[in-house]
């Protein structure tokens, strides 16, 4: 696992003695930092404690599209080397890991045990530190939350060197401003979170078909309930009657474990086998490829089909089979716009399918998901409709684009995930975190210096008060 998870991190990441360029998933901004790689909490600290003038940060496989994980100038600190199972608790279903352990490996470890991670995003290459961070959310947000709430306490390294436990009840305050926070609170060094018991690896999956945005949203709406899991694919370019089509796909744990046999029955995932070439041609981004693209997906699936087993990662990490997707999009990378429209502003969202669909945005990964209700301060889920789209960074007008989408967002009293941005507008955070001086007062307290600091919250000038 160590040699996976370097390997994995190493992808993004190129080393100059103590320096390395570091970027995000979509590769748009890298910036040079220097990089510490501690295998021990005593090398962290050592590491930590050095005055640094342009503060530190910590990093987990860089799985954030945009800057959260760099610092330029600065220290950042690669946490995936402690990543060690400290505590296995099978009464309670609970787990203690080094904040740098991966998905990918817990699934690994606890499956086999019957105890699945309670939220997973659409990747299994995200640390446990990174999932607080972001406080990240998966295909159950509208039934179980957020990653944050199956977090029970973490381990942490404050700005004074001190180490602490977070938790509802001690540093309920400090809980509540790491989960979402952004690394900008402490170092995480472990955690201990609540599991999800499960009898098998299986999830039966329903699909269906949809033929436009209103017979989604409201297929989504009236018994999204009925299943754990929820996602649908949109296939932004069409247009007319069809705007909105999609893909929607919809499961539930198979909990009888007679219907599977054998070592089959509770199986980890096995680790990606293609990989996308360093150099990729240009023009498998364009309009034509896109549509065709879309247009075989969308064909590719039956209107409907009910309840077909599915291994856990085969359903919640498609985009895990292939390694490297994020170089898809060729030498300048890629953006994600990720927001989240409130129930009952679902014109809005029709609005920004509009725009994608007349402008003839050339995307392939386009997801909708439903939120049930949000936890606060930065954490970015709020109840409504979550919408994910990726554009590559060469496109003409992007920026003039993504503005457009923006003000709808925020008009909608909808947001943008830190975790995904790269370039959203400084002026707009407080607006879509209304929360977020209650979160700078709490940050203030225990780190007065600014110590923790990155590229994301010095653009977004998120420890700086109004
Ligand atoms: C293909 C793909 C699909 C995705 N799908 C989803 C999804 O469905 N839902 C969702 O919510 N997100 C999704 N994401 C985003 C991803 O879950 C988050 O960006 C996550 O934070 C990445 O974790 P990481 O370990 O790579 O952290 P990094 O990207 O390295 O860092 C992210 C943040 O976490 C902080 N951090 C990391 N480790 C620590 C630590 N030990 N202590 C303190 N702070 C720390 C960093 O400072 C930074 O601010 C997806 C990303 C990809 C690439």
């Not at 590769?27 to 220097?34: H, I, K």
């Not at 021990?40 to 954030?64: D, F, K, N, V, Y």
């Not at 490829?289 to 359903?315: D, G, I, M, T």
């Not at 003839?360 to 789209?389: C, D, Q």
């Amino acid at each position: 696992m160590k040699i996976l998870s370097r390997l994995t991190a190493s992808s993004h990441a190129t080393a100059d003695s103590n320096t390395a360029l570091l970027s995000g998933w979509g590769r748009t901004s890298p910036s040079r930092a220097r990089l510490a790689q501690p295998s021990t909490i005593e090398e962290l600290q050592e590491h930590a404690r050095r005055p640094l003038r342009r503060g530190l940060i910590a990093r987990g496989l860089g799985r954030s599209y945009g800057d959260p994980a760099q610092n330029a100038g600065g220290l950042v600190i690669d946490m995936t080397r402690l990543d060690d199972v400290h505590d296995i608790d099978l009464q309670h279903s609970t787990v203690t890991v080094g904040a740098g352990m991966c998905v990918h490996r817990m699934m690994q470890l606890f499956v086999p045990l019957g105890l699945f991670v309670p939220v997973t995003p659409g990747t299994r290459y995200v640390t446990v530190g990174g999932a607080i961070a972001s406080d990240i959310h998966g295909k159950n947000h509208h039934v179980d939350g957020t990653f944050g709430n199956y977090v029970e306490a973490i381990d942490l390294l404050l700005a004074n060197g001190e180490v602490v436990t977070a938790s509802r009840e001690q540093h309920p305050d400090l809980f509540n401003a790491t989960r979402g926070g952004m690394g900008l609170t402490g170092v995480m060094l472990s955690a201990r979170i609540r599991m999800l018991p499960i009898e098998t690896s299986t999830v039966l999956v329903d699909t269906d078909r949809v033929a436009d945005l209103e017979t989604l949203l409201d297929l989504m709406s009236r018994d999204d309930d009925g299943y754990r899991y929820s996602v649908s694919w949109v296939d932004t370019l069409a247009t007319g009657n069809s705007l909105g089509r999609g893909v929607l796909y919809r499961g539930n744990h198979l909990d009888d474990p007679s219907a599977v046999a054998g070592p089959s029955r509770l199986k980890g995932p096995s680790a990606s086998r293609l990989s996308i070439p360093p150099v990729v041609p240009s023009g498998l981004v364009g309009l034509a490829s896109a549509r065709a693209f879309n247009e075989v997906w969308y064909r590719k699936h039956p209107e409907s089909e009910r309840e077909l087993p599915q291994q856990l990662s085969a359903f919640f990490h498609q985009l895990d089979m292939v390694e490297n997707t994020n170089r898809v999009y060729g030498r300048r990378g890629f953006v994600q716009h990720q927001c989240v429209i409130p129930t009952g502003r679902e014109s809005d969202l029709r609005k920004i399918l509009e725009i994608l669909s007349d402008e003839r945005v050339p995307t392939y990964l386009v997801v909708l998901k439903r939120m049930g209700s949000g936890n606060g301060l930065l954490s970015f889920p709020i109840a409504g409709w979550t919408l994910a789209v990726d554009i590559p960074a060469a496109w003409d007008d992007l920026a003039e684009l993504l503005d457009r989408l923006d003000e709808i967002v925020v008009n909608a009293g909808g947001r943008l995930y830190f975790a995904k941005d790269s370039r959203m507008n400084p002026d707009l955070v407080e607006a879509m975190y209304p929360e977020i001086n209650q979160w700078r007062a709490i940050a203030d307290k225990y780190d007065p210096q600014q110590r923790f600091a990155s590229d994301l919250s010095r653009r977004l000038a998120l420890r700086d008060h109004a």
